[in-house]
């Protein structure tokens, strides 16, 4: 066993590269999207600020997020793994950003962006012991408490089903973070927590020598991706200056999804469900507002003003106080998910994998119950207000639309 701090010595570097070049694209992405009118128009709804915002903050990130990864990859940093995570995320990035720029149909997007995770998944070798993952703790609670032993699903159904619910999670990650990319600083903000969080858990498990060839990528991915996205906050936080766009979100969401894959690599489902847990908050906010609308009577898909974070402020607290409120709930969910994955001095788990799942159910059940009782299950329509507000108050997102 290393350090646990060991890897944030070796691999800060990529860190600290995403990070400068995130600070200093951003200007320079903010005087190209003023020339070529790669704006965000302020509209009566989804769209409250005051004035027309410049995009391309998302294409900075990108380009930030790829340097890092092109500078491990001159190190020797697992090319069969990393070299498909960067060009899936470039290509993520571009589909977003054509979106941004021109518009693309929600068909055209699923149907690129799961072309593009599933050509990821099969180059990288990776997603394909996600039903191993997800069986594993259903097979030891039921040998455990009934000693009953259920048999492991055979290869040809694990891995094609695997897959499948790979690009569900991955695509699933980018529609969760462009939701949450909704006021000044959240979406980039949350992430950064998010991926620190992942970095956190990629050391402890490089720090038992969980997989040699997937804890390096784990490691770059993270910390890359929470460099660039602190890079990007001072630009971003409340008043706004720049946008991130889909460009942004997506990507933010297909490291995400890809690092979530990765941690059930070996088929263990307490670290899936450790990383799982760190990405409780996008996945909060989007099962409310998809339950929300169903209850309602309408498109889970149609985009509106209600969603966790515009609660907040329709009760009050101001766009800075709901991002940082956000902030905390963040850090909170990534300590429990920690937890889940804690491993003793003896090399033990602290939790076990049986106790593990209904530990993250627990936590499931209270935090839809808790959103139950605030009333945030059924919040009053805001579609209708046409109220617009000023630069200081909070700068959506185009949501309608535009998810995967």
Known sequence: MSSFWEPL???????WTSFVLALVLM????????????????????KPHARPIPYLGGTAICLAWAAALVLALSRGVEVRLLLPMLLG???????????????????????????????VLISAGAGFRLVDAITHPIAKFSAYFFGVQIPPVPEVIAIPVSLLISVFVVLGACNSTNLIDGVDGLCGGVTGIISFGFFMLASWLAS???????????????????????????????????????AGSMLLGFNCGMLILLFAEKGIARWM???????????????????????????IFEGDRSHFYDQLIHRGWSVRQTVLICYGLTVLFGAIGLLVTWIG?????????????????????????GASLAGLTHPEDK???GVATNSDSSSATAEAGSQL
């Open 273 to 299: 469900i450790g990383a799982l847990m760190i990405f409780a908050l996008p996945v909060f906010d989007t099962t409310l507002a998809m339950f929300r609308r169903w209850r309602a009577g309408r498109s």
């Open 27 to 46: 200007p320079l992405a903010m005087r190209v999207a003023r020339r070529f009118r790669v704006m965000d128009y302020p509209d009566t709804f989804l």
């Open 9 to 15: 010595r070796h691999y800060q570097l990529y860190g």
């Open 383 to 385: 579609r209708h207000t």
């Open 89 to 119: 995320g470039l290509a993520i990035s571009t589909l977003g950003l054509i979106d941004d720029v021109r518009g693309v149909s929600p068909k055209t997007r699923l149907l690129v962006g799961a072309v593009v995770v599933l050509a």
């Open 208 to 246: 038992w020598g969980y997989s040699p060839p997937g804890d390096p990528v784990r490691l770059v991915l993270a910390i890359s991706m929470f460099g660039a996205a602190l890079g990007f906050l001072p630009w971003n936080f409340n008043p706004a200056r720049i946008f991130m766009g889909d």
């Open 345 to 369: 001095p003896n090399g033990v788990p602290v939790i076990r994998t049986r106790y593990a799942v209904p530990l993250y159910g627990l936590v499931c059940v209270a935090v839809a119950l």
